[in-house]
């Protein structure tokens, strides 16, 4: 069945350091690829998505580029601030009838930032 | 500004009452979306509905049901709560012809004691 896999946090960096979160899924077809953010208190927020092979999302200075050939997803960004501190979701959507789509979510990465 | 509305942010119930659990879009959406999230797990999909009146199970329907009377509103309903439906419920909707993006409502923390 279709899944998505994303490494375990917390995570915790200083700020202005290089950001990876690793993405990777299993479907069938094609589905398209998202990262939702959470900040605290909220619900989630579409961060970026990409919709077919090397494709590159991107948004707030974060990307990722969907890699067939590895199946997978990664979150980067170059230098992280404070602000960025959330719970990461890589998701991705799964076809069931021509008007909806199942999207299926990773188990969340925490993120902190330190000053 | 867009939005999808969910009617309690914070509720406590005990075992074995009947919870509601409401959400509002006002986007116009075809499709909407409960989802439970805990620790660890990420959010998993209770129920959606892509029309009026139409309802499908997802990961885990087991101890809910779901209403859509209206385009704009679906309710989430435990029907005799117990202890493990303790989360936090999320409610989503999308377009069908929004590149199956979601716009999340704040949640609700459900706590059942």
């Known amino acids: 069945g279709n899944s998505v896999t994303q490494m375990e946090g917390p995570v915790t960096l200083s700020e202005e350091a290089f950001l990876t979160i690793n993405c990777t899924y299993t479907?069938?077809?094609?589905?398209?690829l998202f990262w939702y953010v959470q900040y605290p208190g909220e619900g989630l927020q579409l961060l970026l998505k990409?919709?077919?092979?090397?494709d590159k999302g991107s948004n707030k200075g974060f990307e990722a580029t969907y890699r067939k050939e590895t199946t997978s997803f990664h979150l980067e960004k170059g230098s992280v601030q404070v602000s960025d501190s959330a719970v990461y979701f890589c998701?991705?959507?799964?076809?069931?009838?021509?008007?909806?789509?199942?999207?299926?979510f990773g188990s969340g990465t925490r993120l902190s930032i330190r000053p | 500004d867009v939005k999808v509305t969910q009617s309690s942010r914070y509720l406590v119930k005990r075992t074995g009452e009947k919870v509601f659990l409401e959400c509002v879009q006002d986007?116009?959406?075809?499709?909407m979306f409960w989802y439970r999230q805990d620790p660890g797990l990420g959010l998993r999909l209770i129920y959606f509905?892509?029309?009026?009146?139409?309802?499908e199970k997802g990961d885990i329907p087991e101890g809910y049901s779901v209403s859509r009377e209206k385009k704009e509103r679906f309710s989430l309903i435990l029907e005799s709560a117990s202890t493990n439906q303790t989360s936090m419920y999320l409610c989503?909707?999308?377009?069908?012809?929004?590149?199956?993006?979601?716009?999340f409502g704040a949640g609700s923390r459900l706590t059942v004691l």
């Open positions: 989503a909707s999308s377009s069908s012809s929004g590149a199956n993006v979601l716009t």
């Open positions: 479907a069938t077809g094609y589905p398209s």
């Open positions: 990409a919709t077919k092979a090397d």
């Open positions: 998701a991705l959507s799964a076809a069931l009838y021509s008007s909806a789509s199942k999207i299926i």
């Open positions: 986007m116009d959406h075809e499709n």
């Open positions: 509905s892509y029309d009026v009146k139409m309802k």
